[in-house]
């Protein structure tokens, strides 16, 4: 449809992004994403990019540097504003700041607080583009709060993402043409704060840039309010593109956009941008590329198994947690496992991929009904994936799956033996876990008796001193389904 009048403002998008900067079949990678960007900038000047968070963390690329190398790669693109997504707090918060003083643009949330009330970062910011103004409001999934490891969101909160928009926008609606709101909050059932709810409740934004739910909007979808919301599917697989024509201080029209790989695919990459990024992963190839150890079967880390069921990745690790400590029990939390990795030579690289957080090992002396209330939260969701599905070793369990929740573990053996509640035993798990993540609540309590190194050493080590041919081709079944 051609606009009958008005400002032509286009407004691109990218989320969940998660560092996948490189290029493959469908992901487009930076550097092509950048071509395309040329490409919008060069046919209208009155174009704005926004990132909409999941962006500093996810590869090696990123992890590897804690972010760094993604403000580098962000900063080039020129972005005019992004919103810190859940992921972004993989570092701690106090990293987060850091990095947002390397960040050549606004970082925008409005619900982030410390525990005396001031903002983290600034909650809006106004950009004028051809003498229209477009108020940008950016908004954080309280998700945040648990679903990163407890200690890198210490000391902060994640207020009402509604409240904080509907405050935002009845200060800025009158000084503005536009409200955008960029919101790293989603459409998933499973969080109430989405999309859906803000635009609904907060009457006065124009355009919605979703994120963390990776949802893949052709066309964008016309919410509450008359708001449109668009969202850019996750990895680069898509650029968002929105339009819209203001006259007379208001949006006259708007509709949205994706560009695919399929219909980029006679645009010329940023010859820049792809230089940069070769360049950095230059830097990180001697340590990714060390040759760590060898196997002789594929490692199960697919998010759909480690999440709804045991692997022989999950045993492995957990087998190398209980070996550097020599606790009773390990147990991590499938979520925590990022990968797969394939029979053959093992690189520093694989592994960091499989465990990108950095997580240490600890110990806690618990008590033997902790644990068992432990399998019970964390196959909760059982045979649904999620992340604190339990990899265990030096236990084994069996789910009834017909039993009442709360009540669907059972045949629980320690050591051989069954468990005894009244007994205590020592746990070996991650430091997100033993905080509480993915809801182990009941291991909070615990004072951490010992610590053993990082997740990833740990494997690395417990690889070598096996050996290749004896690891598991399947999981051995410490973990069954049955009555
Ligand atoms: P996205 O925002 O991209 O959709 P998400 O983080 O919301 O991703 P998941 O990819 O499912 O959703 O990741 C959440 C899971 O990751 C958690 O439930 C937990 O199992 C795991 N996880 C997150 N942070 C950590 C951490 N620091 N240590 C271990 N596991 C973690
Ligand atoms: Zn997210």
């Given amino acids: 449809t051609t606009p009958v009048s008005g400002k032509h403002i286009t407004i691109l998008h990218t989320n969940d992004t998660h560092a996948h900067v490189v290029a493959n079949d469908k992901e487009m990678g930076f550097a092509k994403l950048a071509g395309i960007i040329d490409q919008y900038r060069a046919a209208n000047p009155n174009t704005l990019l926004l990132d909409d968070g999941d ?3 996810g590869t090696t690329f990123a992890t590897l540097v804690n972010g760094e190398s993604i403000v580098k790669v962000i900063n080039k693109l020129r972005y005019d504003a992004m919103v810190p997504g859940n992921h972004e707090f993989n570092y701690g918060w106090k990293h987060l700041v850091e990095l947002s003083k390397e960040i050549q643009f606004p970082v925008l949330s409005a619900n982030i607080k410390q525990t005396d009330g001031t903002r983290l970062f600034q909650p809006y910011t106004i950009k004028e583009v051809d003498g229209v103004k477009i108020g940008i409001i950016g908004l954080t999934t ?10 890198n969101v210490e000391g902060i909160q994640f207020t009402d993402p509604a409240a904080e928009a509907k405050a935002a926008v009845d200060e800025i609606r009158s000084k503005v043409d536009v409200v955008v709101a960029l919101g790293h909050l989603g459409q998933d059932a499973s969080s109430k704060d989405t999309s859906l709810k803000i635009v609904k409740e907060v009457p006065g934004i124009d355009i919605f840039i979703d994120g963390h739910s990776h949802t893949v909007l052709e066309k964008g979808l016309i919410g509450d309010n008359g708001t449109l919301i668009a969202s850019a599917g996750e990895y680069t697989k898509y650029l968002g593109v929105v339009d819209l024509w203001v006259d007379g201080g208001k949006v006259v ?3 949205a956009k994706l560009i695919d790989s399929t219909q980029a695919a006679g645009v010329q990459p940023n010859a820049e941008i792809a230089a940069l990024i070769s360049s950095i992963q230059k830097d990180q190839e001697p340590i990714l590329k060390e040759v760590v150890a060898q196997t002789s079967v594929n490692l199960e880390g697919a998010r759909e198994k480690v999440r709804a069921g045991e692997t022989n990745l999950g045993d492995l690790l957990t ?10 029990v390990a147990l991590t939390n499938g979520g925590g496992i990022r990968a797969s990795i394939k029979a053959g030579t ?3 690289g694989d592994i960091i991929t499989v465990l990108p957080f950095g997580n240490q090992i600890v110990t806690l002396k618990v008590k033997g009904s902790d644990l068992q209330a432990a399998l019970e939260n964390g196959t909760a969701a059982y045979p649904e994936p999620s992340g604190g599905f339990p990899q265990v070793s030096g236990i084994s369990f069996k789910i009834d799956t017909s039993a009442a929740k709360g009540s669907r573990v059972h045949s629980i053996l320690i050591g051989g033996k069954a468990l005894d509640p009244e007994a205590t035993y020592t746990l070996a798990t991650n430091d997100f876990t033993a905080v509480g993540g993915d809801q182990y609540t009941m291991f909070a309590k615990y004072p951490q008796a010992g610590m053993f190194g990082s997740l990833d050493e740990a494997l690395i080590r417990y690889m070598q001193k096996t050996g290749s041919t004896s690891l598991q081709v399947q999981a051995d079944g410490r973990i069954q389904e049955a009555k």
């Fill in 346 to 348: 093992v690189t520093k």
């Fill in 319 to 328: 087998d190398a947690m209980r070996d550097v400590s020599g606790a009773d």
């Fill in 142 to 151: 309280p998700e945040t709060a648990y679903k990163t490891n407890p200690k």
């Fill in 253 to 255: 029209q708007k509709q």
């Fill in 55 to 57: 962006t500093v963390h």
